[in-house]
């Protein structure tokens, strides 16, 4: 695909994302399998309704059981494009700790304990993820993508007593 020029600077422009994925019909497709999978996640992570409401945007109380009832008997409904990429940024968030930790408790715990990465301020992810704005969710999906990708984290205790590999170690068949 050819890229785009600005033509007063010289750098490409963003393309313009693909619009059909936006329609009714995709959405439609996608809310009731998106929002089940949500749902576990909040129960696995041990969310109250509160923050489950707060990480899909603070809908109404009556809003956020009639879109939970309908998605648990696979009724039809139609979530919008914030709800679907804050669940988004949920799932996104999920697969990372899967990665990054061997034992889900472990991610669950490393979700609720207190971190001193600047952008949690000591206090722990969680309670950025469910501060009611997408980029709080946003935040913490991209510092643990970033850790994913190998910037540093803070070893698990696990890892803290690992004694490095010795070249004569290290055996390429």
């Not at 998106?34 to 489950?52: K, S, Y």
């Not at 919008?80 to 061997?102: E, M, N």
């Not at 501060?131 to 696990?158: C, E, H, I």
Request: glycine share 6%.
């Amino acid at each position: 695909m050819a890229e785009i020029f600005d033509a007063a600077i010289i750098r490409p422009v963003p393309p313009v994302l693909d619009l059909p994925r936006f329609e009714p019909t995709n959405r439609r497709r996608l809310s009731a399998p998106a929002l089940r999978t949500f749902l576990a996640i909040a129960d696995l992570w041990g969310l109250n309704e509160e923050q489950r409401r707060l990480m899909l945007g603070y809908p109404s109380r009556s809003t956020y059981h009639s879109w939970c009832k309908q998605a648990r008997e696979h009724g039809s409904i139609t979530l919008d494009v914030d709800v679907l990429t804050r669940i988004s940024a949920v799932l996104g968030i999920h697969q990372a700790l899967a990665v990054l930790f061997a034992e889900e408790r472990d991610g669950v715990a490393w979700l609720r304990q207190p971190h001193e990465a600047r952008q949690f301020g000591g206090k722990p992810p969680i309670m950025l993820a469910a501060n009611g704005t997408q980029d709080g969710l946003m935040t913490v999906r991209r510092f643990l993508d970033a850790a994913r990708g190998g910037l540093y984290m803070p070893p698990t205790s696990g890892e803290a007593d690992f004694a490095p590999y010795e070249d004569s170690e290290i055996i390429f068949q």
